[in-house]
């Protein structure tokens, strides 16, 4: 299996490689040349599979001959090992035939543990098999921070650095960070906001002679084998409702577009799906391009449920360039005005992602009330990315015959203020992370400056 760039300019490389590369050399993003295609009867003879089985049998097209299989199987098994649940990926029914998917049992209490949890271990293992080290950089608003470190915590061959805007990110996302106290793991609290973070990040990919030799690598969701990774649970989740012989929709609370893109790619790989849902909160760009081709960016709004706070959503070029029959020199001309102005897609382009999905938006104040309302019906919790989710999913579903699901993306425990203004009462932290408020932190704040982030960066990175 190869992998091209969405930009059409950066050499073919296997899977080993786009796992340690992050972003493409010109600009894009890696995607699989071709897709493994499973036929119903293949999909109808994983039913009695666990979670970690399935993932094994949907993920080894993708690592191909990369990775030796009795290797990748005790790297999968481990990953789902750790989650609090048998199930790993469990299904609660809120109606008839209306159910959310709880991908919050993990060690963090999001989804982002699916991936991360196996993407450390992955590079990991790559990285041994080399001989080399890497140096994973990062920024975060709280939910991406917490899952890649305790991700790479246990990796011997890379240091982690996570920024996060110090003071501004909520006390439990906090302490999920700086309670880990590996001695590979640098939590860095920036004197700045989110978007200095970022920047950070961006310009020291740009430029990596700070590290005198040493290789960046990303584990935001331009990594490929992030989404790989997440497409399993679509599939664990449509058999557990009767597919593959009955079809399903979905409904996913959306940011970044890396997970409802696993989604699209689960439907492109064979399994029977008739509805895609993208559900956002006020920052609403995808659902203006999906509803109406207006690919244009707005004022980023700070809102409850902030891991979906994005304006430009990096995952979304995949889809596009898919859309526009993989034309590298479409996409780097579309992205590059899209920096500038608004643009829109060619009416075609646009028409095919209208058929491929639907979309809608809520706000904060229908958030709590979905919160409310759900919890009133039945009795379940959501968190606010989850009640987005749920809100989008009852706007758009079209048949109600077929299994609509909702992807609960975050453990209601890490958002409580939603909650609380929803008039419910604050959810109790699980038996694993009972004692966060009381364990030792370990964070570093530096000055809103590149050169002395960097210099941090330098004096602690392990050499051999
Ligand atoms: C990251 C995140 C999302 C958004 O997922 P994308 O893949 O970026 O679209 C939604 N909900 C929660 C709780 C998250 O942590």
């Given at each position: 299996?190869?992998?091209?760039?969405t930009?059409?300019q950066?050499?073919?490389?296997?899977?080993?490689?786009?796992l340690?590369?992050g972003?493409?050399s010109?600009g894009?993003?890696?995607?699989?040349?071709?897709?493994?295609?499973?036929s119903?009867e293949e999909?109808a003879s994983?039913?009695g599979?666990s979670?970690?089985?399935?993932?094994?049998?949907v993920?080894?097209?993708?690592?191909d001959?990369?990775i030796?299989?009795a290797?990748l199987?005790?790297?999968?098994?481990?990953?789902y090992a750790?989650?609090?649940h048998?199930a790993v990926?469990?299904?609660?029914?809120?109606g008839t035939?209306?159910w959310v998917?709880?991908?919050?049992?993990?060690?963090?209490?999001a989804?982002?543990?699916?991936?991360?949890?196996?993407?450390?271990r992955?590079?990991?293992?790559?990285?041994?098999?080399?001989g080399e080290?890497?140096?994973?950089?990062?920024?975060?608003?709280?939910?991406?921070?917490?899952?890649?470190?305790?991700?790479?915590?246990?990796?011997?061959?890379l240091?982690?650095f996570?920024?996060?805007?110090?003071n501004?990110?909520?006390?439990?996302q906090?302490?999920q960070?700086?309670?880990?106290l590996?001695?590979?793991?640098?939590?860095?609290?920036?004197?700045?906001?989110?978007d200095?973070?970022?920047?950070?990040?961006?310009?020291?990919f740009?430029?990596?002679?700070?590290?005198?030799?040493?290789?960046?690598?990303?584990?935001?969701s331009?990594n490929?084998?992030r989404?790989?990774?997440q497409i399993?649970?679509?599939?664990?989740?449509?058999?557990?409702v009767?597919g593959?012989?009955?079809?399903?929709a979905?409904s996913?609370?959306?940011g970044?577009?890396?997970?409802i893109?696993?989604?699209?790619?689960?439907?492109q790989?064979?399994l029977?799906?008739?509805?895609?849902?993208?559900?956002?909160?006020?920052?609403?760009i995808?659902h203006r391009?999906?509803?109406?081709?207006?690919?244009?960016?707005?004022?980023?709004v700070?809102t409850?449920s902030?891991?979906?706070?994005i304006m430009?959503?990096?995952?979304?070029?995949?889809?596009l360039?898919?859309?526009?029959?993989?034309?590298?020199?479409?996409?780097?001309d579309l992205?590059?005005?899209?920096r500038t102005?608004?643009?829109?897609?060619?009416?075609?382009?646009?028409?095919k992602?209208?058929?491929l999905?639907d979309?809608?938006?809520?706000?904060?104040?229908?958030?709590c009330?979905?919160?409310?309302?759900?919890?009133?019906?039945?009795g379940y919790?959501?968190?606010?990315?989850?009640?987005?989710?749920?809100k989008?999913?009852?706007?758009c579903w079209?048949?109600r015959?077929?299994?609509?699901?909702?992807l609960?993306?975050?453990h209601?425990?890490?958002?409580p203020?939603?909650?609380?203004k929803?008039g419910?009462?604050?959810?109790?932290?699980?038996?694993?992370?009972h004692d966060l408020?009381?364990?030792e932190?370990?964070?570093?704040v530096?000055?809103?400056d590149l050169?002395?982030?960097q210099?941090f960066i330098a004096?602690?990175?392990?050499?051999?």
């Open positions: 299996m190869k992998y091209i760039s930009r059409g950066a050499p073919k490389l296997d899977f080993a490689d786009v340690l590369a972003l493409a010109d894009g993003l890696y995607v699989p040349e071709t897709l493994p295609q499973f119903q999909i994983w039913s599979l979670y970690a089985e399935l993932a094994f049998k993920i080894k097209p993708f690592v001959t990369c030796d299989d290797d199987k005790r790297m999968v098994d481990e990953t750790g989650f609090n048998s990926a469990p299904l609660k029914e809120l035939n209306e998917l709880e991908l919050f049992h993990g060690p963090t209490l989804f982002k543990d699916f991936a991360l949890q196996l993407l450390g992955l590079m990991d293992h790559v990285l041994a098999q080399r080290r890497l140096v994973i950089m990062g920024a975060t608003s709280g939910d991406t921070g917490s899952a890649a470190i305790e991700g790479c915590r246990h990796s011997d061959h240091d982690i996570i920024l996060h805007p110090h501004r990110v909520s006390e439990v906090r302490r960070m700086t309670t880990i590996a001695d590979n793991v640098f939590n860095i609290a920036l004197e700045g906001n989110f200095d973070c970022q920047q950070m990040v961006k310009d020291s740009a430029d990596q002679a700070f590290l005198n030799g040493l290789k960046l690598g990303a584990v935001n331009i490929w084998a989404i790989m990774a399993v649970y679509y599939f664990s989740a449509a058999l557990a009767g593959p012989h009955r079809p399903v979905f996913v609370p959306t970044n577009f890396g997970d893109f696993a989604g699209y790619l689960a439907k790989m064979g029977p799906v008739t509805q895609l849902v993208v559900a956002t909160n006020r920052n609403d995808l391009v999906i509803s109406g081709n207006d690919m244009s960016k707005g004022e980023l700070h409850l902030p891991s979906m706070d430009v959503s990096s995952n979304f070029e995949r889809l360039f898919d859309v526009y029959d993989r034309d590298g020199d479409a996409i780097r992205m590059a005005r899209f102005e608004p643009v829109q897609l060619e009416a075609a382009r646009w028409e992602v209208r058929e999905f979309s809608a938006c809520a706000d904060d104040e229908t958030t009330q979905t919160i409310a309302d759900v919890y009133a019906e039945t919790l959501l968190d606010p990315h989850t009640a987005i989710g749920v989008a999913a009852r706007e079209r048949d015959s077929v299994p609509m699901i909702t609960a993306t975050a209601p425990v890490k958002f203020e939603p909650v609380v929803a419910l009462e604050s959810p109790q932290l699980p038996e694993h992370l408020f009381e364990r932190e370990r964070v570093d530096i000055d809103n050169q002395a982030v210099a004096a602690h990175v392990h050499r051999d």
